[in-house]
């Protein structure tokens, strides 16, 4: 069955960086695109970046744009995502995802908490 | 990219049916038949409940369904069930970006 387990969310001082991790089994990795979606607490979804099946094109929210990086090792099953800058608005749960049909996305991780708090 | 409007919340008695729109513009939702409904339960990851504006993904009960007119969506649920009590989130292709509705918090009374 699809997995997909997030790592790497804390507690991060303004300004400073973090790099999220997906390690995904139960699928061919290799073949599908994957996103990085957030929700900060108490709030909505907020999607924040997709990469293709080899990595070759990448998309960010503008929100993040300039400071957030996609990239996926196919070798290793593993989605990042590498956050610098980071701001009090960043904090959220972060959750992986895995493309579907179009920008549907049919497996969810179940995220990992990313705290930016001085 | 601005968010989709969905209600704040709905409700419905069980077996009653109940829908939520989710209104963006020719943008996004009009302009693509990319559209997605998703299902959060409290501490659990959103389940992919439609996709494609009125495709139901394997599992997913036909009490669930889509559709699209202009800019806005639906979603219906008919049949209302307790374990439907759950908040729902819409989301569109928006041209190399995915934007998310606010989310309606659906309750079973």
């Given amino acids: ?118 | 990219q601005s968010a989709l409007t969905q209600p704040p919340s709905a409700s419905g008695s069980p077996g009653q049916s109940v829908t939520i729109s989710c209104t963006g513009t020719s943008s996004d939702v009009g302009g693509y038949n990319s559209v997605s409904w998703y299902q959060q339960h409290p501490g659990k990851a959103p389940k992919l409940m439609i996709y494609e504006v009125s495709k139901r993904p394997s599992g997913v009960p036909d009490r669930f369904s889509g559709s699209k007119s202009g800019n806005t969506a639906s979603l219906t649920v008919s049949g209302l069930q307790a374990e439907d009590e759950a908040d729902y989130y819409c989301s569109s292709y928006a041209g190399s970006s995915l934007v998310f509705g606010g989310g309606t918090k659906l309750t079973v009374l």
């Fill in chain 1, 1 to 118: 069955q699809v997995q997909l387990v997030e790592s790497g969310g804390g507690v991060v001082q303004p300004g400073r960086s973090l790099r999220l991790s997906c390690a995904a089994s139960g699928f061919t990795f290799s073949s599908y695109g994957m996103h990085w979606v957030r929700q900060a607490p108490g709030k909505g979804l907020e999607w924040v970046a997709v990469i293709t099946y080899d990595g070759s094109n990448k998309d960010y929210a503008e929100s993040v744009r300039g400071r957030f990086t996609i990239s996926r090792d196919n070798s290793r099953n593993t989605l990042y995502l590498q956050m610098n800058s980071l701001r009090g608005e960043d904090t959220a749960v972060y959750y992986c995802a895995k493309r579907f049909s179009g920008w549907s996305l049919d497996h969810w991780g179940q995220g990992t908490l990313v705290t930016v708090s001085p």
